[in-house]
């Protein structure tokens, strides 16, 4: 297994700078239409909800140049991107729902921080969702609920992540202290607490990228999911390794026609390309030391992804709505659904749980999938997903199946790198994840796209996306 893996990744590596893409290419420069090879889903809404359009900052390793601004800055800019990009007017938006995890506390609804500061009328709702590193994937959902029950008609979901400037909290003494401060009464009384201040009242507490329930961090969970399923540290390296090249190849060729510039006050030029892609030798990656369980842990800071600092937006309505207003649609969002797992020992399994779930719920094969856009929180996450998926010991012992679900095609995996690559802003991740299927199914031809992602929590979620017939991926 290991070595199938292995090859194939290299086959992949291969694979993507050659035949595929040139004939993806001349086929678009042709102006080839949707060419339908399968049947079409069901609509389960009764809209026909589609995704019209998205876009992002680029995702940019934290401590970079956006490290002076303030999250909700960041997401006006992924809205203000949206607005532009789709020419929609934004007295039509309806409702705008929005992801964060780590939240800056000034702004708890950062949504509709982000939508005042965009100069979105003051009478458009928005609300904030949070699940983790799927918070945007949940925004989407959200939103084809509401267009579904017949809420709205127009709807804006998306997600921010910013990791240059996280709380930090006094320690829970000082806050308890600070706390009845503020309600003494007399001099005396406050003078008496005061003189209580101990030296350990000053350690403030810093968060961690930790999972509540054990107290795990992610990159410790990752070591041994990946222990668990045998990926070994070289297989994990050289994952990455793909994720860098094809990231790299994909940026390049000018394949992220979601992103839309950031001019950052005070510096000069604008921001424009994610800046965490970094293509190293195995050589390299082999010498780094493990970043989360020393001295024998598997996962370095080369095969996990980085903190990263971003947003994104995307455009969610119905079929006919989008006619009505001559918009193009990207793709339909087709088919979700949420998984929930052991929260320890088996916190980023989601895509293992999700992906066979959705695909017999929409009544598709592996074979039928011609996208996978899966979330790479680690390499050692995804190798232990692909494994998950390809044993029959897995599908018996947890999934209730006789046989595995096996393994996705991975010369459809993930061809334009991932959130190891490409970086990984928590609550903006989804609508990335959203906008390379709709896009990369029109430059590969495609009509069904999955996505999956595991989140904190032991949750996960499964989407499926089906090309539409006006789109592009411009
Ligand atoms: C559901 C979910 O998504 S869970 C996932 C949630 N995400 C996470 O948990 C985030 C995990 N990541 C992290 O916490 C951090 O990125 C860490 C701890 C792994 C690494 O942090 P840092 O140590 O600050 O990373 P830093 O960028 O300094 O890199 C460390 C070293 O590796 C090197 N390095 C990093 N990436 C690469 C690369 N691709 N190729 C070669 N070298 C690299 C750096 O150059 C640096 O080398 P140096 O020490 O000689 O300068």
Redesign the pocket.
Known sequence: MASQISKSLLKVSHVSSTAKFDTARRALSVGAALQQKKKSLLDRTGKNVVLVDGVRTPFL?SFTDYAKMMPHELARHSLLGLLQKTGISKDLIDYIVYGTVIQEVKTSNIGREAALAAGFSDKTPAHTVTM???SSNRAITTGVGMIAAGAYDIIVAGGVEFMSDVPIRHSRKMRSLLLRLNRAKTLAQRLSLIASIRPDFFAPELPA?AEFSSGE???HS?VRLAAAFGASRQEQDDY?LRS?KLAHEAQQKGYFTDLMPVKVDGKDGVVDKDNGI???TPE??AK?KP??IKPHGT????N????TDGASACLVMSEAKAKELGLKPKAYLRDFTYVAQDPVDQ??L?PAYGIPKILDKAGLKMSDVDTWEI?E??AG?ILANLKAMDSDWFAQTYLGRQTKVGAPDLDKWNKWGG?L?IG?P?AA?GVRLAMHTAHRLVREDGQFGVIS????GGQGVAMILERHPDATCN
């Open positions: 390793v983790a590193c799927i990228v961090t992610m990159g990752a990455a860098h970094r293509v190293s390299q990656l780094l970043a989360f996962v370095t800071a080369a996990a992804s980085f903190l916190l980023l989601g979330h929180a680690f996450q959130s690559s990984h928590f991740t992602a595991c989140a904190a």
